[in-house]
């Protein structure tokens, strides 16, 4: 399997070298949308053309323990206002209709400074545009964003704005652009997450926290011109996976070097990166970083069979081994004790 990343839009390329013509075979997944919402599913329209005008209306109208899954379509448009999926709203499954994730937004712009009617502040967590508990969440082909504009707010503390914070066990997301700038995706500790054909965007620790996420074809965008570090795990100890980045594509503006694959909030954190394609971005000789007091040696820390022109290897770049890489699949990330496979 030799492969790159197109110029023009950032899909993967693959070429295959044909031994016999009877030992490939290839499946094709649909990521754009449609604009017929699913037979069954609960419609949400801005304009009243649905059952509901918010999210939040048809996520509190959806039944309760679902052991089946519940699907909320959302009709073109921006929709302004926080929304939560709590722990009893189980198998949810918001869908963006229309030709791509840009055609459906949802967006806030709180930030862990943004004084509350109450006075006080918002914090990290409550910062969140999406807070999702309910377990088998799923989102497709829609975007969550923060849009809390930090250069109108330079002198304003608590600049963390979360887009979406996710503590679903069992989620998928699939064609989804998550946006922000200072923590854009917060991974909950009891979230065991599979991101797959999505774009996230941020400046500093943008994806961040103490769970389970399998990055699987997707694009990871540090959009600061000065660059930053896109991690930021806490993995607990008693935990063998956190974050996994798996054929990624990682982009910027930024200038080379300026970026980090990430730094432990936590000292026993864990991130591979493996199979991915780096950009000039990322940081050659010193790629990891510290924060506060932990040590990024002392995380778990790991790349392999990366290219681009950030990838490398030096005594700066801990590599897994190839006997060890059979572990580290996003199939072994997600299985937990319940053998879940979204992967195939």
Not at 70 to 87: H, M
Not at 90 to 104: E, I, R, Y
Not at 133 to 145: D, E, H, M
């Amino acid at each position: 399997d030799v492969w790159e990343w197109s110029t023009a839009d950032g899909g993967r390329i693959s070429q295959y070298t044909d031994t016999d013509g009877t030992n490939q075979q290839w499946m094709m997944h649909k990521i754009g949308g449609s604009t017929t919402p699913p037979a069954g599913s609960m419609v949400v329209a801005a304009d009243g053309s649905g059952q509901h005008t918010t999210v939040q209306a048809a996520i509190n109208a959806a039944p309760a323990n679902s052991a089946s899954t519940i699907t909320i379509a959302i009709k073109p448009g921006t929709y302004r206002g926080v929304f939560s999926v709590p722990s009893n709203k189980t198998n949810l499954h918001l869908q963006g209709l229309g030709a791509g994730p840009s055609n459906v937004v949802l967006v806030e712009n709180h930030s862990a400074g943004t004084l509350k009617p109450d006075g006080t502040t918002y914090g990290t967590n409550g910062s969140a545009t999406a807070t999702v508990s309910g377990r088998g969440f799923q989102a497709t082909n829609l975007t969550v964003s923060n849009d809390f504009d930090e250069a109108a707010h330079a002198n304003q503390a608590g600049h963390q704005a979360v887009a979406l914070y996710l503590n679903s066990d069992r989620s998928i997301l699939t064609n989804v652009r998550l946006l922000g700038d200072q923590d854009t995706f917060l991974v909950g500790a009891t979230a065991r997450s599979y991101v797959r054909n999505s774009y996230i965007e941020g400046t500093v620790d943008f994806i961040f926290g103490d769970g389970i996420a399998v990055m699987h074809s997707s694009q990871i965008h540090e959009k600061r011109s000065t660059g930053g570090p896109v991690t930021a795990a806490r993995t607990p100890a008693t935990r063998a996976y956190g974050f996994l980045f798996y054929r990624c594509n990682l982009t910027s503006s930024a200038a080379a070097n300026s970026s980090s694959l990430g730094r432990p909030w936590g000292p026993d954190a864990q991130v591979l990166y493996r199979e991915s394609t780096l950009g000039a971005h990322i940081n050659t000789a010193q790629p990891w970083t510290n924060m506060s007091s932990n040590v990024w040696q002392n995380a778990r820390f790991r790349e392999y069979r990366n290219n681009g022109a950030g990838a490398g290897t030096n005594s700066n770049r801990p590599q897994l081994s190839d006997a060890d890489a059979p572990n580290y699949t996003p199939q072994r990330y997600l299985a937990g004790s319940d053998g879940w496979n979204p992967v195939g």
